[in-house]
């Protein structure tokens, strides 16, 4: 299994600490001598994980700490999230009044595929022993408050398929190398954080099917290749910093339900300086028409953008009040 940094390891030996206390109790429990070093090492991990998110506070902790399995522990499966040979695969704990951090000991569980923990209260950075989780491909931490660069390594799960660090306080940027580490993501999910930066132009080569991107900090051109992903259905750039057109390539978007850019520095095409609200003169808008046509033809609902800068013939208006998606 993994091997924690001796910073971590030394934390078993001071007294009041979360690992010392998970130590202390996995040495009462009544058949720890029957159990192999796998099984101890998980126990741990799991004992640590809610000693450092205040579990006594929980708002739901059935059977956390009894002489249970661990893969009996409450969670909000519903089911069993181990496997076979009873390794811990889902660690889903959503809406559950978790506070604190995270323990750098969950990296032990390295049979986990799925991370989910949104909804809570956890504070401080992602732990950087994560990197070792290498075959999660759900990992949902949206609506806590987490801090710091999104580590890069978040962006190296090669089985990733849903991607969500919503409603954070994360910082950084997003590295050019996505669609090369996570081949097979659809869902990616960042919004509301402070993310800066640029969108990968290569994002758009991926089987995208929900893409949140809106109130941070991105900078730059939408990358054109945004156009390209045919199961694309929501699209959110509102809220950034970005610059430059709207790409005509949004008309190819089959089954694009949302495409909201308002609130930006994006703008319009060289047009007549005569034709301000009327297209530039040639019945061009600064959203493409071909965009508009997918509103009577397609499945599109909303296109939003800043009216006072650019020109559409089907857009909401940021100016006139809320933007009303899902």
Sequence with gaps: GPVL???????????GTCQSKAR???????????????RIRQRYAMAVFFCATDGGDWLENHMWLSDLHEC?????????????????????????????????????????????????????????????LSELDTFVLAFNQFEGPVPEFTFRYPDMVYYDIGYNRFTGTLPQDIPQQMPDLEVMLMENNDIGGTIPTN???????????????LTGPIPTELGLPPKLKQLYLHGNQLTGPVPSEFGNLEVLNHLTLHHNFLNGRPSNPNSVGQGNG????????????????????????????????CC???????????
């Design 24 to 38: 202390d109790w996995l040495r009462t429990g009544k058949d720890v001598l029957e159990f192999n070093a796998e």
């Design 72 to 132: 009996d522990w409450y969670n909000r499966l519903g089911l069993d999230p181990c496997n076979r040979v009873e390794q811990m695969e889902i660690l889903r704990i959503h809406d559950n009044g978790l506070q604190g951090t995270l323990a750098p000991e969950l990296s032990i569980l390295s049979t986990l595929y799925e991370l989910t923990l949104s909804d809570n209260m956890i504070t401080g950075t992602f732990p950087k022993e994560y990197s070792s």
């Design 316 to 326: 909401q208006c940021a100016e006139t009040g809320a933007i009303d998606v899902p």
């Design 282 to 313: 040639n019945g061009n808008f600064d959203v493409d028409n071909s965009i508009c046509n997918n509103m009577a033809t397609k499945q599109l609902q909303t296109v939003s953008i800043d009216c006072a800068a650019l020109t559409c013939e």
């Design 203 to 217: 994002l758009g080569t991926l089987n995208l099917r929900r893409v949140h991107m809106d109130d941070n900090n």
């Design 5 to 15: 940094p001796p910073e971590v390891l030394n934390l078993i030996d001071i007294p």
